[in-house]
């Protein structure tokens, strides 16, 4: 792509991690490689305790030969550094890894409207900024129910040393950040996958207690007996639980005034309507054993 003076357009690079998502790797594809120059991907279990998870991922993602499918052991890499770990793989192995190019996290369970990409290459393409904080719905046992969330996707790559540090953060500190407001920002659908690996992952990160133990005993308690007809109550229990009046257990996701979930009722991005997943009415019901 070029600009109309002949100047060339800064490309997006797309990086995909992914582990047991069958159900939503199709979508998440297909949206990357509508929204990104090159799309990068790495399909691992982040610690063996997650291998039981394995399901046709890696097959669907072979039906698509416009992306780079890498292989990348993240075992031999300690727990907290895995997925930071995997991002950097994909940007050594990236063609258009070069200064004013741009990296964009897009996970299987993160999508974006269509306004929502059109906004972000405006961002680009003003050459103002050199992030972009997006903020997301983050959705809740069904795709009507959701909290708000904040976070940081896209970063413009300055020279050959950028790369990401644990927890994702890029190396480089921003001198201007672009925040893409909520009400065109990203639909976030972690807890609408296998809640069992994020269990899984949970515990391994912090085998010496602290805040994971809390995450662990709230979806063990909470989140899989959370009844939308009775929120208060359970609102109640986990304030009794973790000293906030809230659906999850710390002040990180932001819940209406009342401490309950916010309610959508619009669209939701054209590859998860495509794929049906709206419909679905509680996705904790998905779950097998």
């Not at 159900?23 to 090159?38: G, H, N, T, V």
């Not at 405006?122 to 009507?144: A, C, L, P």
């Not at 540090?165 to 296998?194: C, Q, V």
Request: glycine share 6%; charged share 30%; aromatic share 14%.
């Amino acid at each position: 792509m070029s600009y109309p003076d002949g100047g060339e357009m800064n490309k997006i690079i797309g990086l995909l991690t992914a582990w047991g998502t069958e159900d939503w790797i199709r979508p998440a594809i297909k949206q990357a490689l509508e929204y990104c120059d090159e799309v990068m991907v790495v399909v691992t279990a982040w610690t063996p305790e997650l291998k039981k998870f394995e399901d046709r991922t890696r097959d669907i993602c072979k039906e698509y030969p416009q992306l780079t499918l890498l292989d990348y052991d993240v075992q031999k890499t300690a727990t907290n550094h895995a997925i930071c770990a995997a991002l950097n793989h994909m940007l050594k192995n990236s063609r258009s890894f070069s200064p004013g190019n741009w990296v964009w996290i897009l996970d299987a369970d993160e999508f974006y409207a269509v306004v929502s990409h059109e906004k972000i290459k405006s961002i680009i393409e003003n050459g103002e900024y050199d992030q972009i904080s997006v903020e997301s719905k983050f959705f809740m046992i069904n795709m009507q129910r959701y909290l708000k969330e904040g976070g940081r996707s896209l970063f413009r790559v300055e020279n050959a040393e950028d790369e990401f540090k644990p927890s994702n953060r890029w190396s480089r500190a921003a001198k201007k950040i672009y925040t893409l407001p909520r009400e065109i920002g990203m639909f976030h659908y972690s807890m609408l996958t296998d809640t069992r690996r994020h269990r899984i992952r949970w515990h391994v990160a912090n085998l010496s207690g602290g805040p994971q133990w809390d995450k662990i005993k709230w979806l063990d308690e909470i989140y899989p007996n959370y009844d939308l007809e009775n929120e208060d109550y359970w609102i109640e229990e986990n304030f009794k639980m973790f000293g906030i009046r809230s659906p999850w257990f710390n002040i990180g996701f932001i819940p209406d005034k009342n401490g309950r979930l916010f309610k959508y009722e619009g669209k939701h991005p054209k590859f998860i309507e495509e794929a049906g997943l709206p419909e679905i009415k509680d996705f904790r019901k998905r779950l097998v054993t």
